[in-house]
């Protein structure tokens, strides 16, 4: 689609206000780790996992890992219980 090619998340990132965990493989084609560390920088709600030996599909190349940042980021939330 032609609007996302010009589609940034950044744009997004500050209207989020949910708890944001912001992964991406190290070795990704497609995004940069500049991107993510920007997106980390714009907001105190964003936590930044940076993923080794891993591309642009996280789930895909490192599940386990992917599965145990999702779960060290869920279990560190305050939900108030």
Not at 16 to 23: E, F, K, S
Not at 27 to 52: C, F, M, N
């Amino acid at each position: 689609s032609p609007a996302f090619a010009s589609w940034n998340i950044e744009d997004e990132v500050c209207a989020i206000t949910a708890p944001i965990l912001a992964m991406q493989g190290v070795d990704d084609e497609y995004g940069t780790l500049e991107q993510i560390r920007r997106i980390h920088s714009l907001s105190p709600r964003v936590e930044l996992a940076e993923i080794s030996d891993c591309r642009h599909s996280p789930h895909r190349d490192q599940p386990e890992r992917v599965i145990a940042l999702c779960q060290q980021f869920l279990t560190s939330l305050d939900l108030g219980s």
